[in-house]
């Protein structure tokens, strides 16, 4: 009979190893449940066996292997997840596993519940990958476009420290909290970009609906139409008459924008810029390292080692500039520095931000006091994201007075003139 071994954790946390003499690896994985412990790891003793679930096979031909390449890699696509979808599957795997359901009866059970944006599809591999001797962290590897590294470290430090559901649990929180931002941030954003819309309809509107008949009352009157009007008419004929020249600058701007922007130099360029801004630049440094006092606040407080925190949280960061910064400070943690001293030698980083972490480091609660900083950032978030709102609404009605005050002065200054030159 085939021998299986096996790593697994009892309720306690504590490891144990052993060996079995079992049929197939599922059988293997029952036992060890009914036994009451957690399984890490099933591997088959035998010298050169081959792991279940890399896809059913036929006389020793891997059957995905016959399909083309661009089908495997359709079947194999899922969307990505929004925060709040996969805060939502988080909390439902975290409260199955906290009423004590076995791993692969809580994945089975995930099945059946409905997650917007996570497809039963995502448990039932899951499922199968652990049913085949697979941790959870190594099964959700396998699906990166829905579980991020951040993701799949903290489910391995939870696996390893023999505390999932509450590393589940608080990763729920995590992804909550970050979502609760975007949609704060996004609310700000739609009422101005709703008035530059309906700004740019309306504008287009009068140069092609509108403005053609009034050239037509200017073409009879015999007078020198004054500047802002001659303005007026050549933007009215570009409309009309070369709009396929407008639509072409339009599209040439958006390819060496978007160009621009893929670029290193001009990635980093706008990341530089998007700080600087008036207003808006305060928003932006807010939420950024806001992200990054959570991001890493969360990681090393699941037990995620602070080189692997690091390197996770500069990929989650999508500041070119953040990044960077914490490239370097990696660097000189690997050589032995604190953290709070490449942090404070960046000159990007707050010196708040850079205290705190002095002060977590001497006390031996890094994680406390990114968190705190988190709540902090998060808190001066809401107040600045408020601050614009009401600096937008003011700025956005005056450059609308503007354009209609000009509209206007265009077409009634021949007016004028005109009831001038017949006194």
């Known amino acids: 009979m085939p021998q299986f071994s096996y790593k697994a954790r009892k309720r306690s946390g504590e490891l144990v190893e052993g060996v079995l003499e079992v049929p197939d690896r599922?059988?293997?994985l029952a036992q060890i449940q009914r036994s009451g412990?957690?399984?890490?790891?099933?591997?088959?003793?035998?010298?050169?066996?081959?792991?279940?679930g890399q896809g059913a096979t036929k006389d020793g031909v891997n059957l995905m292997s016959l399909l083309p390449q661009s089908l495997r890699e359709q079947m194999s696509q899922k969307r990505k997840p929004k925060l709040q979808e996969l805060a939502t599957f988080t909390t439902q795997l975290a409260n199955l596993l906290n009423s004590g359901m076995p791993l692969t009866v809580a994945l089975t059970s995930m099945t059946h519940l409905q997650t917007k944006g996570i497809p039963a599809e995502v448990s039932r591999e899951l499922k199968q990958e652990v049913t085949e001797g697979r941790s959870l962290s190594d099964a959700m590897t396998r699906q990166p476009r829905i579980f991020t590294d951040l993701y799949v470290n903290m489910v391995r430090a939870g696996e390893s420290s023999g505390s999932l559901v509450p590393v589940l649990r608080r990763m729920a929180i995590h992804f909550q909290q970050?979502?609760?931002?975007?949609a704060k941030f996004k609310s700000a954003m739609i009422y101005p970009a709703m008035v530059i819309c309906v700004g740019i309809l309306l504008v287009t509107f009068f140069m092609t609906v509108m403005m053609p008949k009034f050239i037509e009352i200017f073409n009879g009157f015999n007078i020198e139409l004054p500047l802002p009007t001659r303005f007026l008419i050549g933007l009215s004929t570009l409309f009309t008459s070369y709009w396929w020249l407008l639509v072409s600058m339009v599209v040439a701007v958006i390819i060496v924008f978007k160009r621009f922007q893929s670029s290193a130099a001009g990635g980093r360029k706008l990341d530089e810029w998007s700080m600087k801004l008036p207003v808006f630049g305060n928003v932006v440094q807010i939420n950024l390292f806001g992200q990054f006092a959570r991001t890493l606040g969360t990681l090393l407080q699941n037990g995620v080692p602070v080189l692997s925190a690091l390197?996770?949280?500069?990929?989650?960061?999508?500041?070119?500039?953040?990044?960077?910064?914490?490239?370097k400070t990696r660097e000189a943690?690997?050589?032995?520095?604190?953290?709070?001293?490449?942090?404070?030698?960046?000159?990007?980083?707050?010196?708040?931000?850079?205290?705190?972490?002095?002060?977590?480091?001497?006390?031996?609660?890094v994680p406390g006091a990114l968190n705190n900083l988190a709540d902090t950032y998060e808190g001066e978030l809401q107040i600045a994201l408020r601050v614009m709102s009401d600096l937008i609404g003011p700025v956005l009605i005056i450059v609308m007075a503007i354009i209609v005050g000009?509209?206007?002065?265009?077409?009634?200054?021949?007016?004028?003139?005109?009831?001038?030159?017949?006194?």
């Open 26 to 28: 599922s059988a293997a």
């Open 37 to 52: 412990f957690f399984p890490l790891a099933v591997t088959d003793v035998k010298a050169g066996a081959t792991p279940a």
């Open 178 to 182: 970050f979502a609760e931002v975007q």
């Open 311 to 327: 390197k996770i949280t500069e990929q989650v960061m999508s500041n070119r500039l953040i990044r960077e910064a914490i490239a």
């Open 333 to 365: 943690v690997t050589d032995g520095k604190t953290l709070a001293q490449p942090l404070a030698q960046s000159k990007l980083f707050p010196q708040l931000m850079v205290d705190l972490v002095r002060i977590g480091e001497d006390t031996g609660d």
């Open 406 to 423: 000009f509209l206007l002065m265009s077409i009634f200054l021949p007016l004028f003139k005109l009831i001038s030159s017949i006194h």
